[in-house]
């Protein structure tokens, strides 16, 4: 009996280390894919989609269209940056000084929320889920060092613009420009670019056709971040 056991518990063993090993892989071929060929969904997508239609609502749609960086107007990934991450440029996937402050000065909810960067995010949305647990966090530090590796910074601001969600069911600047604009991403002004990175944190709370009056000090706040930064000479002078 125990000699069953313990062959039972060896082939659990083998097949969970498989398992891990494979996704490993799947996730590796992944970055190296998506390094050169457009991203045609992410993993909060399908997240979403499937527990959309799990719950009977079969009308939801995750709306996306991708678009290379040259057809996203330049003021969109200065406005991200800006709201988000200013120190993409410079970091490694982390920004270590953010992460002390915010382990520092806040509770569990809000480390596991705060400093996160452009990369880390990227790393989230388009291979993990959804939610907030430490486990989490661990591969997405893992996929943050690999795609950091990997991608130039340009190709992190670039999928990031074309798999982060702007509203219910609307992800990608692409997606979100024709939506709520009713134009290209190529042709976003600065103010508009501006009122889309204002609501990333949380999308499904904060409207960018009904903007509160929060999201339209984050909105004006993100503006002026963006002047300081030096406007578009900051993404040249970046190569971004």
Not at 73 to 86: C, G, R
Not at 180 to 197: D, G, I, N, W
Request: glycine share 8%; charged share 20%.
């Amino acid at each position: 009996m125990k000699r069953r056991r313990g062959g039972a518990y060896s082939r659990l063993k083998k097949g969970v280390i498989y398992i891990l090993l494979s996704i490993i892989l799947l996730w590796g071929v992944c970055i190296a894919a998506f390094s050169l060929l457009p991203v045609p969904f992410s993993a909060v997508m399908l997240q979403k989609q499937f527990s959309a239609w799990f719950s009977g609502n079969f009308q939801y749609v995750a709306h996306s269209k991708w678009v290379e960086m040259d057809k996203i107007s330049p003021w969109m990934p200065l406005a991200v940056i800006a709201a988000e991450d200013q120190s993409f440029p410079s970091h490694w996937g982390f920004d270590v000084a953010s992460i002390q402050r915010v382990i520092k000065g806040a509770d569990e909810e809000k480390r596991l929320r705060g400093a996160s960067t452009l990369s880390q995010q990227t790393a989230k949305n388009l291979m993990l889920w959804n939610g907030r647990s430490w486990v989490r966090k661990g591969l997405e530090a893992g996929l943050t060092c690999g795609i950091e590796l990997a991608w130039t910074k340009r190709r992190i601001l670039t999928v990031y613009l074309n798999i982060a969600e702007f509203g219910e069911g609307v992800f990608g600047v692409q997606a979100a420009s024709m939506h709520y604009f009713h134009k290209p991403a190529s042709r976003l002004t600065q103010p508009e670019a501006a009122l889309l990175a204002a609501v990333l944190p949380n999308p499904l709370r904060f409207k960018v056709n009904r903007p509160s009056g929060y999201v339209l000090q984050r909105q004006q706040w993100i503006l002026r971040q963006m002047r300081q930064l030096g406007g578009r000479v900051f993404l040249t002078r970046n190569r971004l």
